[in-house]
């Protein structure tokens, strides 16, 4: 029991340690911001204390219904920097339809 015990508190750990590891925007630069979700296309950012996004680096990434929406988010040297796109369930509004 006591094995069971020990287990489950380091797997608890693991977890919690796992979840820590979001990206923060307000710590980086613009450049590292945008190259994040450059490099894996689609990731989940932390832009403040208790806020987070996944961002994608084109429709592509998206789910069918989902339009890409270009996204910015706070960073160490900008207030707002582009760094990709969030997938919207709202179609694009264009004007003339």
């Given at each position: 029991?006591r ?7 380091f797997?608890s ?5 796992q ?10 630069t ?5 190259q994040?979700v450059?490099a894996?296309?689609?990731v989940v950012?932390?832009?403040g204390?208790?806020?987070y996004?996944?961002y994608?680096r084109?429709?592509n ?6 339009y890409p ?12 920097c582009?760094?990709?796109y969030r ?5 694009p ?5």
């Amino acid at each position: 029991m006591r094995k069971f015990v020990l287990a489950l508190a380091f797997i608890s750990s693991a977890t919690a340690l796992q979840a820590q590891t979001r990206p923060f925007t307000p710590a980086l630069t613009c450049a590292q911001a945008r190259q994040i979700v450059f490099a894996n296309g689609a990731v989940v950012l932390g832009t403040g204390t208790y806020t987070y996004d996944r961002y994608v680096r084109s429709g592509n990434f998206c789910l069918v219904g989902e339009y890409p929406e270009a996204a910015w988010v706070p960073t160490r040297d900008t207030p707002q920097c582009l760094v990709g796109y969030r997938c919207e369930t709202d179609p694009p509004f264009f004007f003339g339809d």
